[in-house]
């Protein structure tokens, strides 16, 4: 999607700031004892009040209205009845459709009394999401999202999952431009077009380098490789001259 009138960019604060409150309500419930359904349900219900659709039913048929994640769960992982505890990691992400406009943001999250590393895995992880972020303007190279964050995860000795990339959204939920690397990535030519809707979303990791698939019953939940703590973080925004309008955000 490239956002050309006011009127577009206001369609797209509406659903983003509605995948933001659901996001952040998860998150406030997200507690020992309460099941990954019920965080669902939640989210569902926050979907639903606002006319909204999530994305991931509509789109692929995706069994749950957001994807919640834990432990070695790193993406798309399917709500059900497990239970979070003490320590847990885990990751919400929510994406979804009103009046035929689509958002997409996430956030890793860990429950209290947790490992020390784990914390600063989360609060690394969303400070990765802004150096990306801040790398975002009309007639940069898309390459300098991978290449921000990159430096960043070198400097604090972190590793990127490089598998699992940004990506265009707006008109659906996968929209072009296609997969935008979170890692420095040689190939990519690609330029940033005024008003051009995208995700910024790394997987940053304590020794993650790529994403596989969990079992093979589970054609959706996807695991480290090798086996490492992850986090992500996401934020759908507008690429503009002066930088990056975030606009999954509750407070619009």
């Given amino acids: 999607m ?18 933001a409150i659901a996001r952040d309500a998860m998150a406030a419930a997200l507690k020992p ?3 990954t359904i019920e965080l669902d349900n939640l989210g569902r219900s926050i979907l639903d009040a606002h006319g909204a659709r999530s994305a991931p039913e509509i789109t692929y048929n995706f069994p749950g209205a957001t994807c919640i994640s834990v432990n070695e769960e790193i993406a798309h992982g399917i709500p059900g ?13 929510v994406s979804a459709e009103l009046d ?9 999250f860990v429950v209290p009394d947790a490992d020390a590393r784990l ?6 992880g969303k400070r990765a999401m802004w150096e990306g972020i801040r790398a975002v303007r009309t007639g940069a190279g898309l390459a300098e999202i991978g290449n921000a964050i990159g430096a960043f995860a070198k400097r604090n000795r972190y ?21 935008i ?32 698939e969990k079992s093979e019953d589970d054609p959706w939940t996807l695991i480290s490789k090798p086996a490492a703590p992850c986090v992500q973080y996401e934020h759908t925004i507008v690429a503009t001259r002066r930088g990056a309008i975030v606009v999954t955000t509750a407070e619009q």
């Fill in 81 to 93: 009845d497990r239970v979070i505890r003490a320590g847990d990691l885990v990751n919400i992400d």
């Fill in 2 to 19: 490239t956002i050309t009138t006011e009127a577009e960019l206001e369609r797209l604060k509406a659903i983003g700031r509605i995948c």
């Fill in 100 to 108: 035929g406009v689509f958002a997409d943001t996430g956030a890793s």
């Fill in 119 to 124: 914390v600063a895995l989360c609060r690394d």
């Fill in 181 to 212: 690397s979170t890692w420095p990535d040689r190939r990519e030519r690609r330029r940033i077009t005024e008003g051009l809707v995208f995700t910024v979303e790394p997987f940053l990791s304590l020794g993650g380098r790529m994403a596989d």
């Fill in 159 to 179: 590793t990127l999952i490089e598998n699992l990339a940004s990506h265009g959204v707006g008109d659906s939920l996968h929209d072009e431009p296609g997969e």
């Fill in 33 to 35: 004892g309460i099941t």
